[in-house]
T-cell receptor, first 116, second 111 residues
């Protein structure tokens, strides 16, 4: 069974440009999460999809970030325009069940975003 | 607001030593707790998940315990090996499913 995949693995862009990150969850997982780790900080939650619906987007830093999950399969996270403080590693995770005690989240390898 | 603390930030031990990694959290109303391993430049690998109703989970040389009432979890690694060198992250899930992470403990096992 394929795990969570993310593309690209690394992206270097200039301030003001746009970048789109993609996440393919494990097949059959309705729940998809985005997290981010900026330098020196802990990994922080960005948002949670259940199928194609945004369940919780309380962690999205501002309106420069737009996440979509059309059709309830893969998800994209667009940053437009990118700022220097957006640099970090963006992780995607998926899980089979929601709001149950054994809801294990499986993480992808992450996308390292560098904004110069 | 849930906060997760992992101390120390780094640990170096000789090969063969048994060791304990600590994790503490401020809000005991959790659904589960996960321990992850992260190798440099890699993603997170789930090691153990403990449900809120459980006290411990075991996988090979790893044993994780959970004391919800005191807001603590420990990850015990038996007979450490150089291949265990990595960053170990603790994360707790609340009612909204999102994980709150600690900053991690970077473990180095010396041959």
């Amino acid at each position: 069974e394929a795990g969570v995949t993310q593309f690209p693995s690394h992206s270097v862009i200039e301030k003001g440009q746009t970048v789109t990150l993609r996440c393919d969850p494990i097949s059959g997982h309705d729940n998809l999460y985005w997290y981010r780790r900026v330098m020196g900080k802990e990994i922080k939650f960005l948002l949670h999809f259940v199928k194609e619906s945004k369940q919780d987007e309380s962690g999205m830093p501002n309106n420069r970030f737009l996440a979509e999950r059309t059709g309830g399969t893969y998800s994209t996270l667009k940053v437009q325009p990118a700022e220097l403080e957006d640099s970090g590693v963006y992780f995607c995770a998926s899980s089979l069940r929601d709001r149950l005690v054994d809801d294990e989240q499986y993480f992808g390898p992450g996308t390292r975003l560098t904004v110069t | 607001k849930q906060e997760v603390t992992q101390i120390p930030a780094a640990l170096s031990v000789p090969e063969g030593e048994n060791l304990v990694l600590n994790c503490s959290f401020t809000d005991s109303a959790i659904y589960n707790l996960q321990w992850f391993r992260q190798d440099p430049g890699k993603g997170l690998t789930s090691l153990l998940l403990i449900q809120s109703s459980q006290r411990e989970q075991t996988s090979g040389r790893l044993n994780a315990s959970l004391d919800k009432s005191s807001g603590r979890s420990t990850l015990y690694i038996a007979a450490s090996q150089p291949g265990d060198s990595a960053t170990y992250l603790c994360a707790v899930a609340g009612a909204n499913s999102k994980l709150t992470f600690g900053k991690g403990i970077t473990l180095s096992v010396r041959p």
